[in-house]
């Protein structure tokens, strides 16, 4: 198993940044597929981005490519969301999730298996 604690969000303008964190304990996060899910008010959980730290490969859902990037340092067990050009629409709940290997598409939320308790993020126009 792999504990999750996020943290970095808060009230940002328009076109701002951000980074958040995800601080992981337990099972080596590289043995999973890291990833960032959002969930805006009122809407389903949705992908924002993910990492493979077996092959080192990085996805991205189409309202972040080229704005969000993520990374992660394994020496500190700790993974990154650098978020910049930020809109109002990206204001959500951003929660950082593990997906066991096999589990399915990482595009989709509900093939993660662990979860942290979310960090809320809100742009200002």
């Known amino acids: 198993q792999v504990q999750l604690v996020e943290s970095g969000g808060g009230l940002v303008q328009a076109w701002g940044s951000l980074r958040l964190s995800c601080a992981t304990s337990?099972?080596?996060?590289?043995?999973?597929?890291m990833g960032w899910v959002r969930q805006a008010p009122g809407k389903e959980r949705e992908f924002v981005a993910a990492?493979?730290?077996?092959?080192?490969?990085?996805y991205n859902a189409d309202s972040t490519q080229g704005r969000f990037t993520i990374s992660g340092d394994s020496a500190k067990n700790t993974l990154y969301l650098q978020m910049n050009s930020l809109k109002p629409e990206d204001t959500a709940v951003y929660y950082c999730?593990?997906?066991?290997?096999?589990?399915?598409?990482?595009?989709?939320?509900?093939?993660?298996?662990?979860w942290g308790q979310g960090t809320q993020v809100t742009v200002s126009s």
């Open positions: 990492i493979d730290w077996f092959n080192g490969a990085r």
């Open positions: 337990g099972r080596s996060f590289s043995t999973y597929i």
């Open positions: 999730a593990a997906q066991s290997r096999g589990a399915g598409s990482l595009y989709i939320p509900r093939t993660y298996d662990y």
